[in-house]
């Protein structure tokens, strides 16, 4: 089955104890990304990639890492996690018409994990 | 700035009461316009991409359309399993790698 999948679905940590989040897909895609998602604010971008070893900055990147260094996986990693960062977690992939690093990549449909619900103390 | 602001809020609607969901944007030059459905607990689907003003797009009882500043999600006779968030999103010629999201439209249909 066609799937983005992440781990764990809910953390509950305390302020400074560092955290990764997984995602992995198994349907080739090339983009991948993550968003938080809070009430009223929708969908934001934290990171996203468009192929292994590729990443880039989103809207909301502050206090948040990842890294691509297999197709299938894009982990997120929290160094010092904040009360700031309780929400809504969902990673995504994509495939990318035009080529996945040429000027005129585009995003195709997302397919979206199930999310992640961390709270931070 | 790319903006997307999703109307309204929240939409209550009878079984078989036909309504319509607005997506407004702001974007120097639209790629794509998509949208997804979300229901509570879960990952956003997937429902249609429009990239031209004009354009519709239909599943079941849902149809998407697309003018220069607007989409409407149009869902005729809606059943209570239609229940669930629906998200717009935009995509610009120039930042094609990135979606901007609405808030998203809260429908609730009640049997």
């Known amino acids: 089955e066609a799937q983005v999948t992440q781990n764990p679905r809910y953390l509950i940590t305390v302020t400074g104890k560092k955290l990764t989040v997984t995602c992995s897909q198994n349907?080739?895609?090339?983009?991948m990304s993550w968003y938080r998602q809070d009430p009223g604010l929708g969908l934001r971008q934290i990171y996203y990639?468009?192929?292994?070893?590729?990443?880039d900055k989103g809207d909301v990147p502050e206090g948040y890492k990842v890294s691509r260094k297999e197709k299938r996986n894009f982990p997120l990693i929290l160094e010092s996690p904040s009360p700031n960062q309780t929400s809504l977690y969902f990673c995504?992939?994509?495939?990318?018409?035009?080529?996945?690093?040429?000027?005129?990549?585009?995003?195709?449909?997302?397919?979206f994990g199930p999310g992640t619900r961390l709270t931070v103390l | 700035e790319d903006q997307v602001t999703q109307s309204p809020e929240a939409l209550r609607l009878q079984e078989g009461e036909s309504s319509s969901l607005n997506c407004s944007y702001t974007?120097?030059?639209?790629?794509?316009l998509f949208w997804y459905r979300q229901d509570p607990g879960k990952g956003p689907e997937f429902l249609f991409t429009?990239?031209?003003a004009g354009e519709e797009k239909e599943k079941e009882r849902l149809k998407a359309t697309l003018t220069k500043k607007e989409s409407f999600l149009h869902i005729t006779a809606p059943k209570p399993e239609d229940s669930a968030t629906y998200l717009c999103?935009?995509?610009?010629?120039?930042?094609?790698?990135?979606?901007?999201f609405g808030s998203g439209t809260q429908l609730t249909v009640l049997p």
């Open positions: 995504a992939s994509s495939f990318v018409s035009g080529g996945p690093l040429s000027g005129r990549a585009a995003v195709d449909e997302q397919f």
């Open positions: 349907m080739n895609h090339e983009y």
């Open positions: 990639s468009m192929n292994v070893e590729v990443t």
């Open positions: 974007v120097s030059g639209l790629r794509g």
């Open positions: 429009l990239y031209s």
């Open positions: 999103a935009v995509q610009a010629v120039g930042s094609a790698r990135q979606l901007t």
